[in-house]
């Protein structure tokens, strides 16, 4: 065994494009990062290992809903809370999102270089959790409020849409470190992504298919 599969569902998704600043507009299918987010919910050991995400199949079809929200854009809730005055700090914003969305995620478990164990143990106790219906959090779809439900793999069948999606973003992290601080930068990577019949192939995150900014000392 080297690869975990769950299927994953709900009302709604949003996957937001960074290029659309105000606005939130989604792609068209989940990206690796949002899905590499609904592993780690499920399973997630940073200093042994991270998931590499290597497909993403589209179950249902692909159907588009707009709607607008307000948002609070600059007050943050402290440790020790304080009356926030919402209508003084309140936007509204147009958001485009998936609606009725199902998708299949296979990925591989990629140990840490000091990672001292063995990767059938990480596998089996993924498998597990993903079986019992166990999570740290409650997984989503790009925002809180969208909730995302998984369990084990079906056999349905990916749709048999085949679209380029150009340029698509792959991760903000930089999957080799693991040990986020509140300094800590955003390691930004984007690749061209296509869907063929449903299916969305992702390329590891150390090939030249992932274009990638220099790394910092």
């Not at 290597?54 to 402290?78: A, D, Q, T, W």
Request: charged share 30%.
């Amino acid at each position: 065994m080297n690869e975990n599969q769950m299927e994953v569902w709900g009302d709604f998704a949003c996957f937001s494009r960074p290029e659309s600043k105000v606005e939130r507009l989604t792609y068209p299918v989940m990206t690796p990062s949002a899905a590499r987010g609904i592993l780690s919910a499920v399973y997630s050991k940073p200093p042994e290992f991270y998931w590499q995400v290597k497909k993403i199949e589209v179950l249902h079809p692909i159907r588009y809903m707009s709607f607008k929200r307000n948002e609070v854009i600059n007050s943050k809730i402290g440790r020790k809370p304080a009356p926030m005055l919402v209508e003084d700090d309140r936007t509204q914003r147009q958001t485009v999102v998936l609606k009725d969305v199902r998708y299949r995620i296979t990925a591989e478990i990629k140990p840490q270089k000091d990672y001292k164990g063995t990767v059938s143990q990480l596998y089996e106790q993924a498998q597990r959790r993903i079986k019992g219906g166990k999570c740290f959090f409650q997984p989503s779809f790009g925002m809180r409020e969208f909730v995302c439900y998984f369990s084990e793999p079906t056999d349905a069948q990916p749709i048999p849409d085949t679209l380029d999606l150009g340029i698509m973003l792959y991760d903000v992290f930089d999957l080799h470190k693991y040990e986020v601080t509140s300094k800590a930068e955003p390691f930004v990577t984007v690749f061209e992504a296509k869907l063929e019949n449903g299916v969305l192939d992702v390329p590891d995150f150390d090939s030249e298919q992932v274009l990638k900014p220099e790394r910092g000392n």
